[in-house]
């Protein structure tokens, strides 16, 4: 079982649609939690971290739910430019980081 | 502009044939790592570097080298590539730990 797990999609979506993405981890001593965005065979990029109080930031909403160990990603009002591979990522201390192999995420007209 | 700059971006090579990825960085940064990501596979981490001289193995280290002789510069050194270590790197650095990465625009590596 991998340590990090997610749906590798794709999602194929229509713009203007509400998409949600959940990413499950397996280390219950995790201790923090991150999506990032990786267009085509580019760097990865840091979309947000996720608090467990959860947290928003513009048209994205991160949840976290420690007891049942996923993440959630949810993206409202999805533009064409949403279009990447979103990694799910798992913190066990300062220096270790566990990441996901990604959802692919198309967003059509 | 702060950055991490990886050369080559694209390589092509033979097995046995010695190469070095370079990765540079200018912001001071003292973490540095490098990863690889391969179809299916989340990235894995390779090596990484807390400081100058301080480095330590990732996940995945068996047929790489680094070594960190100054704060900005991380090489990644393959000294007898193999087709199996064909896979897209990405180099990283941050300010402390493993949090607040920059990544490098990452370097296409095919071993033949």
């Known amino acids: 079982r991998k340590e990090v797990e997610q749906d590798p999609g794709p999602f194929n979506v229509p713009e203007g649609a509400t998409v949600a993405f959940n990413c499950t981890y397996s280390?219950?001593?995790?201790?923090?939690f991150f999506w990032y965005r990786q267009d085509c065979r580019k760097e990865p990029k840091l979309l947000m971290s996720v608090y467990s109080s959860g947290n928003e930031d513009g048209r994205f909403t991160a949840q976290l739910n420690r007891a049942s160990q996923y993440i959630s990603l949810l993206i409202r009002d999805s533009k064409l430019s949403d279009s990447a591979t979103y990694l799910c990522?798992?913190?066990?201390?300062?220096?270790?980081?566990?990441w996901g192999a990604g959802t692919k995420l198309i967003i059509k007209p | 502009e702060a950055q991490v700059t990886q050369n080559p971006r694209y390589l092509i090579t033979v097995t046995g044939k010695k190469l070095t990825v370079t990765c540079s960085q200018n912001?001071?940064?003292?973490?540095m790592s490098w990863y690889r990501q391969d179809p299916g596979l989340g990235l894995r981490q390779i090596y990484y570097?807390?400081?100058?001289?301080?480095?330590d193995k990732g996940d995945v280290p068996e047929g790489y080298k680094v070594s960190r002789k100054e704060k900005r510069n991380f090489p990644l050194i393959l000294e007898s590539p193999s087709p199996n270590q064909t896979s897209l790197y990405f180099c990283?650095?941050?300010?402390?730990?493993?949090?607040?990465?920059?990544f490098g625009s990452g370097t296409r590596l095919t071993v033949v």
């Open positions: 990283a650095s941050s300010p402390q730990g493993a949090v607040g990465y920059t």
């Open positions: 990522v798992v913190g066990l201390g300062n220096y270790q980081l566990i």
């Open positions: 570097s807390m400081n100058v001289e301080v480095t």
């Open positions: 280390n219950s001593a995790s201790q923090s």
């Open positions: 912001m001071n940064h003292e973490y």
